[in-house]
């Protein structure tokens, strides 16, 4: 059974204001649910308005059953999995112990964010920084694009422009009419510096770059640009290749 006070404190959880505010965050789906649970974030509800059998893939918390009325009360989606659950958002460390990190200059859709967190976890980058108005890592759609990667990459809300000139490491900054890729030269520390989705790498943060590069298509190509996240799946291959 769910309480009314459950009940408002998840609704509010929909809210960036107060994921925040009592330092969680939403997850839905049984599957996302149970890679959060084995990476190790801590979980303070769960519930299911699925029928429940004796035995559960969760050992750690049993899901609460409510209805579906119930489950479609608390829910972001407009078509509830009937799987919920709330986590503790996890701690971070600094992103200057890590070799290698992506930095994002004000990237804004959630679909976008969440494929780039699975694209460093799939390539080992452990560290992000960002904008402070880049999207939020705990918005629900980015949690559920993410498919658990918040829980292995931490996401790091910083003064990017700040942060950047304190950087002694080479800056690669992603750009239309920079080095290819194919010929990059990549060091064992550095920064990956991707741009907003509509107006590419602010030129406050541009200046920061030593080193441009860029993805060469065909030469009678009639896209202009590619997607960022597609964009950064393809550097970060090439970097990890050359590791």
Known sequence: MISN????????????????????????????????????????????????????????????????????????????????????????????????VLALDDIQDPGNMGTILRLCDWFGITHLVCTQDTVEVFNPKVVQSSM???????????????WLAQQSRPIFGAVLDGKPVGEVQ????????????????RPERAKFITDHISITGALDKGAESLNVAMATGILLHQWHINQ
Request: glycine content about 8%; overall charge positive; aromatic content about 8%.
């Open 5 to 100: 006070s459950e009940i408002k404190l998840i609704t509010g959880l929909h809210r960036k204001k107060y994921r925040s505010l009592h330092n969680l965050f939403i997850a839905e789906g049984e599957k996302l649910i149970g890679d959060l649970m084995d990476a190790g974030l801590k979980m303070t509800h769960f519930y299911t308005s699925k029928t429940l059998q004796k035995q559960t893939n969760f050992k750690a918390m049993a899901p609460t059953p409510i209805t579906e009325r119930q489950m479609q009360k608390i829910s972001v989606q407009k078509n509830p999995s009937g799987w919920l659950a709330v986590f503790k958002q996890p701690q971070r460390t600094s992103p200057n112990q890590a070799s290698w």
């Open 148 to 162: 658990g990667s918040i829980a292995r990459v931490q996401m790091h809300y910083v003064a990017l422009d700040q």
């Open 186 to 201: 990549w060091p064992d520390r550095g920064v990956l510096l991707m741009g907003n989705e509509g107006q590419g790498i």
